[in-house]
């Protein structure tokens, strides 16, 4: 089965600077295994592995048509012939004062 | 360096101003390879936050799928710090992951939300490195004032214009 993935800018290193790829499963997970076979390393850059298994990192959104994976059931996701996959890593930062500490004592 | 056209320049510090005390975020897109940011798109920050900002991620598909269909990129990445400099902070860095964008960062603390400059500062973010760069603010951009027919010299052909969408 043909799932067409588009790849973001940061990840075309690992897919000789190709925007698009072809890649085969029945799950969002399949597609990940199947993409790590053809571009080894991909997989660590999309998926962290955490207590309940595998699963797709917090700043990486996964679209199966469209759709949020985190939506739909996850790396669990159903994908057929025909669908389309789009990474995307999110556009998110902040000053983030949490992560600064407390101001000094005076 | 960011050449930038003075309208977006200011329309970011609006936006910045508008969204203040929360972060303010947005991209400016552009051809892709122009290096020029062309097409001012100010997003919602999803997480309405102080101190944190993350585009929507139905937002960010169809700000892609956009681009895609324009045949652009994010030439500029920028958000607000509202109560810190306008330097990427430890998040920033980590979570840069445009490796090809401007990352402009306006500050609004200290009421420059009201009144008063506002700090615009641009920066690439590679590989958690950060490289400050030096931002020009431009009336317009250069091939506008050359596409205009100059005196003594002939009109170019009429071209047919491309229908905007």
Redesign the interface.
């Known amino acids: 089965m043909a799932i067409e993935v588009r790849i ?3 990840l075309r290193p690992y897919t000789g600077g190709e925007r698009a790829v072809e890649s085969s499963g029945s799950t969002v997970g399949e597609v990940v295994e199947q993409l790590e076979a053809d571009h080894t390393g991909i997989k660590e850059r999309l998926l962290e592995d955490s207590a309940d298994g595998w699963a797709v990192r917090r ?1 990486v ?1 996964v ?1 199966v048509n ?1 759709e ?1 994976i ?1 939506f739909t059931g996850g790396l669990d996701t159903a994908v057929s012939d025909g669908d389309t996959i ?1 990474i ?13 500490g407390p101001a000094p004592l005076p | 360096m960011l050449i930038i056209d003075r309208a977006t320049h200011d329309a970011i510090i609006e936006h910045a101003r508008r969204d203040h005390p929360d972060e303010a975020c947005g991209v400016v897109a552009g051809p892709i390879g122009s290096d020029r940011p062309a097409r001012h798109v100010p997003m919602l920050n999803a997480a309405m936050s102080p101190t944190f900002y993350e585009f929507d991620s139905g937002d960010l598909l169809r700000l892609y799928r956009e681009m895609d269909d324009n045949d652009e990129e994010p030439v500029v990445i920028y958000h607000s710090h509202t109560a810190t400099e306008a330097y990427p902070s430890r998040t920033d860095i980590n979570l840069a992951q445009e490796p090809n964008a401007h990352y402009v960062l306006v500050s609004t603390r200290d009421g420059a939300h009201e009144s008063g400059p506002v700090d615009f500062r641009s920066y690439r973010i590679v590989d958690g490195e950060v490289t400050e760069e030096e931002v020009t603010v431009v009336e317009r951009y250069e091939d506008e004032q050359i596409s205009r027919p100059r005196p003594g010299t002939p009109a170019a052909p009429p071209e047919q214009k491309k229908a905007v969408s």
């Open positions: 973001p800018t940061i700043f959104n679209y469209d949020d985190r789009v995307l890593p999110a556009v998110a930062g902040g000053a983030d004062l949490a992560a600064q």
